[in-house]
């Protein structure tokens, strides 16, 4: 039995090399475990980061580019309303040259007409019956007809 005794001893010491060799194997195996995790949360925490900063920029340039076609509509119905006021205020100008022109051209007909008529007083025309009949013109109002023509 002695002999088995001498002749285990180096076999439990070879036994207990190779027990601590896999158990330095098996703690390697859980090191490069726990560091390729903890490189894959890494990894992971970079690319959410970018992720987020490349929204962030996308939000940004998105903003802006709403703001600069608001700004462009904007300008559009200013530059229309702009448009809208020169042509309605072209309109209304013509408009009062024309009743000029017809209010001036009225008072020559009439300043005629008591030039030409023998009346007792300017604004007391004498009437001709013929006329008054033709014209239904009350007595005493001058007669004549304006026929305006557009020009």
Same mark, same amino acid.
């Given at each position: 039995? !002695?002999?088995?005794?001498?002749?285990?001893?180096?076999?439990?010491?070879?036994?207990?090399?190779?027990?601590?060799?896999?158990?330095?194997?098996?703690?390697?195996?859980?090191?490069?475990?726990?560091?390729?995790?903890?490189?894959?949360?890494?990894? !992971?925490?970079?690319?959410?980061?970018?992720?987020?900063?490349?929204? =962030?920029?996308?939000?940004?340039?998105?903003?802006?580019?709403?703001? /600069?076609?608001?700004?462009?509509?904007?300008?559009?119905?200013?530059?229309?309303?702009?448009?809208? /006021?020169?042509?309605?205020?072209?309109?209304?100008? =013509?408009?009062?040259?024309?009743?000029?022109?017809?209010?001036?051209?009225?008072?020559?007909?009439?300043?005629? =007409?008591?030039?030409?008529? /023998?009346?007792?007083?300017?604004?007391?025309?004498?009437?001709?019956?013929?006329?008054?009949?033709?014209?239904?013109?009350?007595? !005493?109002?001058?007669?004549?007809?304006?026929?305006?023509?557009? /020009?």
């Amino acid at each position: 039995m !002695g002999n088995k005794c001498c002749k285990s001893a180096p076999d439990e010491d070879a036994l207990e090399k190779e027990r601590l060799k896999r158990l330095r194997k098996k703690r390697r195996r859980a090191q490069i475990k726990a560091a390729r995790k903890i490189q894959a949360w890494w990894r !992971g925490t970079l690319v959410r980061r970018t992720l987020l900063a490349a929204a =962030l920029w996308a939000w940004v340039i998105q903003n802006w580019w709403r703001a /600069v076609l608001c700004r462009r509509v904007l300008q559009r119905r200013q530059d229309l309303l702009k448009i809208y /006021v020169i042509q309605e205020e072209a309109a209304v100008r =013509l408009q009062s040259w024309v009743r000029m022109w017809q209010h001036r051209r009225y008072c020559h007909i009439w300043h005629a =007409l008591c030039i030409l008529q /023998v009346p007792k007083s300017c604004f007391a025309l004498q009437t001709d019956d013929h006329l008054q009949d033709q014209y239904d013109v009350p007595p !005493g109002q001058p007669e004549f007809h304006i026929e305006i023509l557009s /020009v």
